[in-house]
């Protein structure tokens, strides 16, 4: 499995996601590492894992169009299996998701189709729900829409905040990205639809429920 990464920060996701290839729970490598910020600690993060990092300017480019070919003639050099967007904040043009459809997947802080877009950790604090969490799915024209390959749920408590719930969220995203890639990288993964099955899988074992009186 060869994977290309893009980002636009911190990082944490591709760090998690580093450390599995690291270890070899993940058989294979991230060939490259794209931020379209300068200045993105995730790149150090690449370095650091001695991974190839490289800032492509969007500013030098005409507008959206331009820039994702280019990104699409890049990200094609490297012949990755899976491309990944790991924290990347700018929004891909259609040409990019047709170019890498079915092979193209994200992480959302929220349980998708709830809390799309920005803030998704602010919004589900502000809504009042009891459950939030964070999804790992195929990425399509719809934002933050595409199948669902896995969610993890995390209780929300009413003295969380932004910051605490987004901490909580954070640490289950580090445990379902890498999990994901590597049923990816099984073949184990496939999409029926909307709805994707990973094959062996054991569902049903989650224990995500609070303690609730029996009835
Ligand atoms: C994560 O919360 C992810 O869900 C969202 O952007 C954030 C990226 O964090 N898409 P990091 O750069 O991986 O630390």
Redesign the pocket.
């Known amino acids: 499995m060869n994977i290309v990464a893009l ?1 636009s ?6 760090r998690a996601i580093a450390e599995a290839f690291r270890s070899g729970k993940i058989k294979g490598r991230i060939s490259l590492v794209i931020s379209n910020k300068k200045d993105a600690p ?1 790149l150090d993060v690449a370095r650091g894992y001695g991974i190839k990092g490289e800032f492509i300017d969007p500013k030098g480019f005409q507008g959206r169009e331009e820039y994702d070919r280019y990104l699409i003639d890049r990200i094609n050099m490297e012949n990755p299996d899976l491309v990944v967007l ?2 990347y904040m700018r929004i891909l043009s259609d040409a990019f998701i047709e170019a890498f459809e079915g092979k193209l997947i994200n ?3 929220s349980l998708i189709p709830a809390f799309k877009g920005l803030h998704a950790q602010r919004q589900a604090v502000e809504f009042g729900v009891r459950f939030s969490g ?1 999804t790992v799915h195929y990425v399509t024209k719809d934002l933050d829409a595409g199948p669902v390959i896995v969610q993890a749920v995390v209780p929300v408590n009413p003295d969380d905040t932004e910051q605490s719930l987004s901490e909580k969220i ?1 640490s289950y ?1 580090h445990r379902i990205y890498p999990q994901a890639i590597k049923w990816i990288s099984e073949g184990r993964v496939k999409i029926n639809g909307r709805t994707v099955v990973v094959e062996g899988a054991r569902y049903n074992s989650l224990p995500v429920n609070p303690e609730l009186e029996d009835f």
Not at 9 to 14: A, F, I, P, T, V
């Open positions: 980002i920060g911190r990082g944490s996701n591709l995730g790991a924290g992480i959302h802080p964070c954070l995203e």
